[in-house]
């Protein structure tokens, strides 16, 4: 595995395809992918162009042909985190980038005029978790619903509130997350009860707390993060 950060996007490659699920505005849904794109973006480019333009025209100008998932976020990439965490064997990494200006409370209705294609907001949660482990399909739906629940975890401790309502905030009405298997241990449940479900949502909160404090970690070390998967 290999992770590249920069001002203008996050990639992480991997050596062979690996298994995805996400819900990504390119490439979304289930699948097997070499490479995870966060291209930051501005509101006016993601309005004048379709998700699939954006994310295929950074693919060309890497001149990279490969199978990737594509994530969009105009939040600040020098706030991202990369958060990892292992125990008995189980590796985890979580990949965080967070702006809440598109904050909003998920179980309180709003006036919208969207009709379905894709859109954009600046507010923008993205998670890329990405394990050593091999996720069983229905822990790989499982493990969305953790990621989410850390991340509503985390914007309830952070009091972040709907920019519609000024309820407690439960996510941004624009949110990605992306779960990336490993090929180890079979692991079937990703709950609360279970040490991977644990580990996962701890790096996950962990992330988003600090992205949206706008903590800067200097001491990340990628390289070695990276050596910490053999794939």
């Not at 992770?3 to 050596?15: A, D, L, M, Q, R």
């Not at 499982?142 to 509130?161: G, M, Q, R, Y």
């Amino acid at each position: 595995m290999n992770i590249e950060h920069t001002e203008k996007y996050i990639s992480v490659f991997f050596s062979s395809p690996r298994r995805v699920v996400s819900s990504a505005v390119f490439g979304g849904g289930s699948l097997k992918a070499d490479a995870i794109i966060n291209l930051r973006t501005t509101s006016g480019e993601a309005h004048r162009h379709k998700p699939d333009t954006l994310i295929n025209n950074f693919l060309k100008s890497k001149r990279l042909n490969t199978r990737a998932v594509g994530l969009l976020t105009a939040a600040p990439l020098e706030y991202a985190q990369f958060v990892y965490t292992e125990e008995q064997g189980i590796k985890v990494l979580s990949i965080v980038t967070a702006g809440v200006s598109n904050a909003l409370n998920i179980a309180q209705r709003s006036f919208t005029d969207f009709t379905g294609e894709c859109g954009f907001e600046n507010g923008t949660i993205n998670i890329i978790t990405v394990t050593n482990a091999y996720l069983l399909n229905d822990c790989m739906v499982s493990s969305v619903i953790t990621n989410t629940e850390a991340k509503s975890a985390a914007l309830f401790d952070l009091k972040v509130k709907s920019v519609i309502t000024g309820k407690q905030a439960t996510g941004t009405g624009t949110d990605s997350v992306v779960i990336v298997s490993g090929d180890r241990m079979n692991i079937k449940y990703a709950g609360g009860h279970t040490l991977f479900g644990q580990l996962m949502a701890g790096a996950v909160y962990t992330g988003v707390k600090n992205a949206l404090n706008k903590q800067i970690d200097k001491n990340i070390d990628l390289d070695r993060i990276c050596c910490n998967f053999d794939f």
